[in-house]
Nanobody
Framework: QVQLVETGGGLVQPGGSLSLSCAAS????????MAWFRQAPGKEREFVAA????????SYADSVKGRFTISRDNAKNTVYLRMNSLKPEDTAVYYC????????????????WGQGTQVTVSS
């Protein structure tokens, strides 16, 4: 099993930047395909970004492509999400998730989840 803890959320103005971290414990992170999801108030949870086991391959939702960057440091057992040019519609609780199975954009494929961290984009 792996435990995930997200940090780095907060309040930021439109156009600003924020970096999220997801620290893993229990097992080495390199065994897992990792992803970030988000859930805005009143909406379903949606895929944001994913990264392969080695970090050599990444995938992004169209809504964040070019603005967000996912990365990982397996030596530190941590996954990151750098968010630039933030918009009010990026406001959500952001979750990191892990799967030992096949890469996927579906939340149903992810077994392990963090508790989430709130990101609010507002002036």
């Amino acid at each position: 099993q792996v435990q995930l803890v997200e940090t780095g959320g907060g309040l930021v103005q439109p156009g600003g930047s924020l970096s999220l971290s997801c620290a893993a414990s229990g097992r080495t992170l390199s065994a897992y395909f990792m992803a970030w999801f988000r859930q805005a108030p009143g909406k379903e949870r949606e895929f944001v970004a994913a990264i392969s086991w080695s970090g050599g391959s990444t995938s992004y939702a169209d809504s964040v492509k070019g603005r967000f960057t996912i990365s990982r440091d397996n030596a530190k057992n941590t996954v990151y999400l750098r968010m630039n040019s933030l918009k009010p519609e990026d406001t959500a609780v952001y979750y990191c998730a892990a799967t030992s199975g096949s890469p996927s954009r579906s939340e149903n494929m992810y077994r392990y989840w963090g508790q989430g961290t709130q990101v609010t984009v507002s002036s």
